[in-house]
């Protein structure tokens, strides 16, 4: 798999210099930053400040579509990019790196998933946003963390049996909570599959009034220790209603920026990953999109060639095939 690339700490002077240069140039360009929650603060407050958007892949993709920028700056990781071009295809929609990937992505690809896919013709495919294009365009259904549930409930119902890729955490989340017949790809987040539920009861022993919130992307024994089990968006509805003052978080600690901002006085700590031997006790936070610099941002925003090394390119075949599982769930009625 291919390792993420590190990059620089810059001082505060240097990165308001940068944040400046970043802003005068996404008025140059008609462009608009759309990024992820699991992104560094730093792009989060950036975002805000000029009238962009914070948000999990598909509102990512959906404010893209509804702003009118003719660029979209996508702070996050490749397939993030992907879906955004795949709903604004007359858009340009250019990312800091297109290293950025994701190891759910990386560990699903397109051939082989279509051959296992032909290998179960009787199963309806159902995957994850967090995959490529061309995986998209095998699926039946499109969905995020927070309608998965409702999606394979339905499916459920008509009597369907389900292909479900490529989080076989989440997979297996969804086949235990709507008891589906849910054959699974082994696909996982290498962020999410880390947390130890262990260290979360042992950090409860000292905060006992604690919370303990867990993306579904963490395995069974994560899952078993929390209050709320959700997207990012239903745990970040959890930490504005919860009545605890405290919340042990289990998933990209990037999201702490929100958490934090709409919940000053609460104490958001992150769900340890490790045992009590290592040296890191918590490493929440993904390799790829911490690659989402403002060095890199305002290189790509500076880069006026016709051809930018950054911009997202999806075949107008693969957008038209990948846009009808997508279009299911976006149309699929919200409870
Ligand atoms: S946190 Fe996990 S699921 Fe999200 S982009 Fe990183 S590797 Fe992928």
């Not at 993420?4 to 005068?24: G, N």
């Not at 599959?193 to 994560?222: C, I, N, T, Y």
């Not at 911490?290 to 107008?316: C, F, G, K, T, Y």
């Amino acid at each position: 798999m291919a390792k993420a690339k590190p990059v620089a700490t810059l001082s505060e002077a240097e990165s308001s210099v940068y944040r400046e240069r970043i802003k005068k140039r996404l008025q140059e360009r008609n462009a608009v930053l759309i990024a992820h929650y699991y992104t560094d603060p730093e792009i989060q407050a950036l975002a805000e400040e000029t009238g962009g958007f914070i948000g999990d892949s598909l509102e990512m993709a959906r404010f893209g579509a509804r702003h009118e920028a003719q660029t979209l700056v996508v702070a996050g990781v490749r397939f993030m990019g992907e879906t955004a071009k795949i709903l604004s295809p007359e858009k340009r929609v250019l990312m800091p790196t297109l290293e950025a990937t994701c190891s759910l992505d990386v560990g699903c690809p397109a051939d082989e998933f279509a051959a296992f896919c032909d290998q179960h013709p009787d199963r309806t495919v159902v995957v994850y946003a967090n995959t490529s294009a061309a995986v998209k365009a095998r699926a039946d259904w499109v969905v995020t963390s927070s309608i998965a549930l409702d999606v394979v409930r339905h499916l459920k119902d008509q009597g369907q049996k389900i292909l479900w890729a490529p989080d076989k955490h989440l997979g297996d989340y969804v086949r235990r909570e709507t008891g589906a017949d849910v054959l699974l790809w082994d696909g996982a987040c290498i962020v999410h599959e880390e947390f130890k539920a262990k260290g979360v009861l042992d950090l409860k022993k000292v905060h006992p009034g604690a919370a303990v919130l867990v993306h579904p992307e963490s395995p069974q024994s994560m899952v078993e220790v929390a209050d709320v089990v959700g997207s990012t968006s239903q745990l970040l509805k959890a930490a504005r209603e919860l009545p605890n003052d405290t919340f042990i978080v289990a998933t990209d600690r990037g999201i702490f920026y929100k958490m934090q901002q709409e919940n000053p006085q609460r104490r958001f700590m992150e769900a340890p990953t490790a045992g009590n031997g290592a040296t890191c006790r918590s490493c929440a936070h993904c390799p790829w999109m911490a690659m989402n610099s403002l060095e890199r941002m305002l290189r790509v925003l500076d880069d006026e060639q016709p051809s930018n090394p950054e911009e997202i390119h999806v075949s107008p075949d693969l957008i038209d095939q990948a846009l009808k599982p997508l279009t299911r769930m976006l149309e699929f009625p919200r409870p």
